[in-house]
């Protein structure tokens, strides 16, 4: 069997098995030669199948050997199939991605700026304006001859928007100064004054604003030459435990100075009697003080004094302490005698105020009523209501009391007259 190698590899295995043959050679020496031709056509290169076809080798011949004398035959040629090109197969097409529905996007409007606010500025005098170095009485402000003073924004002038103060910085703020009479006070422009000496004068303050506009502000300034310091007020009541800063320098300052004190003042405690147990205990550079007493009563002066000299002097009261007691009676009850005349069977209301060591109405007006003379012709409250009982039979004399409950011992007497 041969395989399909083409037509010129089949003849040339053919040609090898006749010449093997035995005495083929000479048989084929002697006959005639008959020439064959063989047409040889190229054949297309072999395809990929082509080659995948097994080779077989040629089997050993069983059959008899041909008549050498009987042409060979020639083996008829297989003609060469075309290649045939398989058709391409057709991609299919991708099929497209499903669309995503779009909500149609609907454009959005930036809401409109609110209109901003109107502001409106104002200026005025900050609080503590002026504090610490000067005597600032209200409107009027009072120093020393020589004294000096800077005049600041923020400190002591401040500036309002819309009736508040601004939670930031404003921008486009600016002072200028003036003096109405140069001869007493000076000025800068930085806003420096000065006490050239003794007399009175007036501070002008322009302040020029962010919207353009300008404010004034105007101070009374009255160059003395007083005692440099002084308490104001000059006592106080406290309770136990409590503090107090006498300093200068303090939020709600008791002690005022003139503006060449502004340090250098000394303090000093003295008992006024101390029977209670109490204690008080002052820092002597600072002013600050600290009390504690078992008993209310006791009172304290505390002296404060300049290296010039100068002093002022407190007065501390330890406890709601009350220092007198002032009975009032209706002036309608008054007789023409200046008698308080109380008819049997009717009522009269007294009234009573208990004052502290301050000289101040007490804080706690705990009062006690009684009738301390004539007891079994009139009787009264606590309210202070006083009643004539029974019939006296002809004019009695009482005495009604008002007595502080604080153990302080602080009293008031009243003498009426009850007629029948």
């Given at each position: 069997m041969i395989a399909k190698k083409g037509p010129m590899r089949a003849a040339g295995l053919l040609l090898g098995l006749m010449m093997a043959?035995?005495?083929?050679?000479?048989?084929?020496?002697?006959?005639?030669?008959?020439?064959?031709?063989?047409?040889?056509?190229?054949?297309?290169?072999?395809?990929?199948?082509?080659?995948?076809?097994?080779?077989?080798?040629?089997?050993?011949?069983?059959?008899?050997?041909?008549?050498p004398t009987e042409a060979p035959t020639e083996e008829p040629t297989e003609e060469p199939q075309p290649e045939t090109t398989p058709e391409p197969t057709a991609t299919p097409a991708p099929k497209p991605a499903t669309e995503l529905a779009v909500a149609p996007v609907t454009p959005v409007t930036p809401p409109k700026p609110e209109p901003e606010e109107a502001k409106e500025y104002s200026v005025t005098w900050a609080p503590g304006a002026f504090a610490n170095q000067t005597v600032n009485f209200q409107d009027e402000l009072v120093m020393g001859?020589?004294?000096?003073?800077?005049?600041?924004?923020?400190?002591?002038?401040?500036?309002?928007?819309?009736?508040?103060?601004?939670?930031?910085?404003?921008?486009?703020?600016?002072?200028?100064?003036?003096?109405?009479?140069?001869?007493?006070?000076?000025?800068?422009?930085?806003?420096?004054?000065?006490?050239?000496?003794?007399?009175?004068?007036?501070?002008?303050?322009?302040?020029?604003?962010?919207?353009?506009?300008?404010?004034?502000?105007?101070?009374?300034?009255?160059?003395?030459?007083?005692?440099?310091?002084?308490?104001?007020?000059?006592?106080?009541?406290?309770?136990?435990?409590?503090?107090?800063?006498?300093?200068?320098?303090a939020k709600s300052p008791i002690l005022i100075a003139s503006p060449n004190v502004n340090a250098g003042i000394s303090y000093t405690v003295t008992s006024l009697g101390s029977a209670n147990g109490s204690k008080v205990s002052l820092d002597k550079k600072s002013g600050s003080l600290r009390v504690r007493y078992d008993r209310p009563g006791d009172a304290y002066l505390i002296t404060a004094r300049t290296y010039g000299g100068d002093k002022a002097m407190f007065t501390v009261y330890l406890g709601q302490r009350t220092q007198r007691i002032e009975i009032t009676v209706a002036q309608s009850a008054v007789g023409a005698d200046g008698r308080v005349a109380l008819q049997a069977g009717r009522s009269l209301a007294l009234k009573a105020v208990a004052y502290d060591m301050t000289g101040d109405m007490a804080a706690r007006q705990d009062i006690t009523w009684a009738v301390i003379g004539g007891g079994q012709y009139a009787s009264i409250d606590n309210s202070g209501l006083l009643t004539a009982v029974g019939d006296p039979g002809q004019e009695r004399g009482i005495i009604v009391a008002a007595m502080a409950s604080d153990g302080s011992g602080a009293s008031s007497q009243v003498s009426l007259t009850v007629v029948p």
């Open positions: 043959l035995p005495g083929f050679g000479c048989a084929f020496a002697d006959a005639e030669v008959v020439p064959v031709f063989v047409e040889v056509k190229e054949l297309p290169a072999e395809t990929e199948h082509e080659r995948a076809i097994e080779e077989v080798e040629p089997a050993e011949p069983t059959e008899a050997p041909a008549d001859q020589g004294a000096a003073y800077t005049v600041e924004l923020n400190k002591d002038i401040q500036v309002l928007v819309n009736g508040q103060k601004p939670k930031s910085r404003l921008k486009g703020v600016s002072l200028s100064f003036a003096s109405s009479n140069a001869k007493y006070l000076t000025v800068s422009g930085s806003g420096k004054i000065k006490c050239a000496r003794f007399g009175a004068a007036q501070l002008f303050v322009t302040v020029q604003l962010p919207d353009g506009g300008q404010k004034q502000l105007r101070k009374n300034v009255k160059i003395v030459d007083e005692p440099k310091i002084r308490f104001a007020p000059d006592s106080a009541v406290l309770e136990d435990g409590a503090k107090l800063d006498l300093s200068q320098f």
